[in-house]
């Protein structure tokens, strides 16, 4: 998956991911730092582990290609600074149903979006999913995760320290 401006989408592929892989079910060797993290919501946490990626090269290819992710793993897609609200992921070469969450610089989920892979080899036929707020982070995971654990906007990840997940 790629994330792109919806203003200039050509010159713009600025880059994403998709998640962490299950080990031994893809092919696809995961080499980007992983950290646990954990969702918190309604005073309930939610363990996962999540590739981060921070380098440009890292988020313009995110989960491209993947066959699958498990299910309590991600992908954080880390910025240097503010993106805007008009800054969106597309997914480009990705095999598998996503959601993202965008982040502010606490972590704190601004806009949620539902990504359904796009199959065509014209990356133009690809939609284009903008966070519609601006965000400094992202992460990406299995398609109704947030869903099924009632994550929503307001709800928060704690990536970046050791804190513990609340029970």
Known sequence: MKALTTLIPACAL???GCGAAE???NNTPVSL????ACFVSS????SVTVEVASEAEDRKKGLMGRRNLAENAG??????????????????????PLDI????DSGVIVSIRHMLPCTSSRTSDCPI?????????AVEMNAGYFEARSIEEGDRLIWRSEAACPP
């Open 14 to 16: 600025a880059l994403t």
């Open 23 to 25: 080990a031994g079910k």
């Open 33 to 36: 730092p992983q950290v646990q």
């Open 43 to 46: 005073g309930e946490g939610h």
């Open 75 to 96: 992908m954080v897609f880390e910025y240097q600074e503010q993106r805007p609200a008009r800054y969106g992921f597309w997914m480009y070469k990705t095999l598998i």
């Open 101 to 104: 969450a965008f982040l502010d």
């Open 129 to 137: 999913y903008p966070a519609g707020k601006p965000f400094w982070n």
